[in-house]
Every structure is written in structure tokens, then in C-alpha cells.
């Protein structure tokens, strides 16, 4: 097997080499999780490549063993999150289409209704810095100077809302805040 420092020097020959003793090796990792022959090929081929870009910060001192699963389970990690939000994304339409029956004054109201639920779990300064700045339009200077806070503070709070409702409202914060801007 190569050296390390073939690869880091970008020895196309050590790469290959490193590609043909393990490829098959990668490849039955990634089919053990995802039992589907194209996702293993496109993920053994996004490994290789991670491991070709990152051959400058791979470690001598480590096995190369080590380092090239290490980059197939990150790999594999990023790959399960993507397909996790896409299905998330697709259970949300889908209960959103399934909702379209529903009259939409009813609809609307309901989801209001589950967006303020959330909202009102935000600790009490964040809940204002939110809706401050995103029901009634402020900026964060105009937010800090209401509140009594610095923007930096208050750029924080909105970052922390941002993401607290992202995780609990998913997709349907994009429309929340849409809805917002119409307002």
C-alpha cells in the first residue's frame, strides 16, 4: 500500500492504488447501511474524492485505514441527514396537501395556531427580539434600542430563534415567515 506522503505529495499512482485496495472494502461498508447498489457507488465515489481533496490534512501518524473510514462514515453521516430532511420535506407537502381539504380559513387558523404554540416556548427575550424583528419589521439596532440591549445581543437571540423554530417547525418556518412579511 502507499505512503501517506504519496498521497499528500499528490501521487495520482498512490491514489489509485489506494482506490483499488479499498474500493471494495468502502463499498460493503456503505452497502452494511444502505442496502442500495447506486447510493453505495455514489457514496464510495464521494469518499474517494474527500480523500483525494483532503490528502494535504491526512495524518502519517495515523493508518490510512483509519483516516479513509473516518471519511466514509462522515460520508455516510451527511448522506443519511440529507436523505432524512428530504423525507421530512416530503411527509411535511404531503400533510400539507392532505390539509388542503380542510377549508382554508380553517387551515390557516390551525396553523397559526401551532406556530404560536411554538413561539410562545422561546424564553421571553428572544420571543420579543423575534417577533420585534420579524412581525413588526425592526431592525436590530431599532430592537437593541427598544430592549435595552447591544445589536450583537440581539443578532444572537434572533440566530437562536431562527434556529430553535427551524428544528421545531421544519419546512413550515420558511412559510411562517413568509406569512410574516405579508403582515
Known amino acids: 500500500m502507499p505512503d501517506i506522503l504519496q498521497l499528500q505529495l499528490g501521487n495520482a499512482a498512490a491514489f489509485e492504488s489506494v482506490y483499488r485496495g479499498y474500493h471494495t472494502r468502502v463499498y460493503a461498508f456503505m452497502w452494511r447501511y444502505t442496502r442500495e447498489a447506486d447510493v453505495c457507488e455514489e457514496l464510495v465515489q464521494e469518499v474517494f474524492v474527500k480523500l483525494w481533496t483532503s490528502r494535504g490534512t491526512l495524518n502519517p501518524a495515523l493508518a490510512l485505514t483509519t483516516q479513509l473510514f473516518q471519511i466514509a462514515k462522515t460520508v455516510f453521516i451527511d448522506y443519511h441527514r440529507r436523505t432524512s430532511r428530504r423525507i421530512r420535506y416530503i411527509n411535511m407537502t404531503e400533510h400539507l396537501a392532505e390539509d388542503a381539504a380542510i377549508a382554508p380559513g380553517v387551515r390557516d387558523i390551525a396553523l397559526l395556531r401551532q406556530v ?68
Open 116 to 183: 404560536s404554540t411554538v413561539i410562545d416556548t422561546l424564553p421571553p427575550v428572544r420571543r420579543e427580539v423575534f417577533l420585534l424583528g420579524k412581525v413588526q419589521g425592526l431592525t436590530y439596532p431599532e430592537i437593541a434600542k427598544e430592549l435595552s440591549i447591544s445589536p450583537k445581543t440581539v443578532e444572537g437571540h434572533m440566530s437562536k430563534a431562527l434556529k430553535f423554530l427551524r428544528h421545531r417547525l421544519g419546512g413550515l418556518l420558511h412559510l411562517v415567515l413568509l406569512w410574516f412579511c405579508q403582515l
